[in-house]
């Protein structure tokens, strides 16, 4: 059995992961075409409710350095990104990240209503 830290550690960033997702798909249908629909959907549970996921999401907002590396190894191309205040301003040379992807603070937590407003150009 996993130590309850170890577990706390690893589900935090994945609920908000989830989280982030379903915001990043709340936004006008005039914005975006629904996406393409999933064979069966997916529910999240976490502190605030469920989220149900019927599609596959066409807005993709990484948070934390790891998920934007997860999110291209599988040829997921992030709206947006958080960045990390230690790494250089210019990003690290292996990540490969879209010209028009919004680089994000955290310095005051997340910025939701800013996360919400991105879309792909």
Known sequence: M???QFVRRLLAPLLGLALLVGAAGCGS???DSAGTPLDEPVKVEH?????KVDEVPKRVVTV???WTDVMLSMGVEPVGHTV????PKSGVPWQDLPA???PLSTADGLPMEQIAKLSRT
Do not use: C, I, N, V
Request: glycine share 4%; no cysteine.
């Open 2 to 4: 996993l130590p309850p």
């Open 29 to 31: 249908q005039e914005q």
């Open 47 to 51: 502190r605030f409710g469920t989220t």
């Open 64 to 66: 934390d350095m790891p």
């Open 84 to 87: 990390d205040p230690l790494m």
């Open 100 to 102: 028009d992807a919004k």
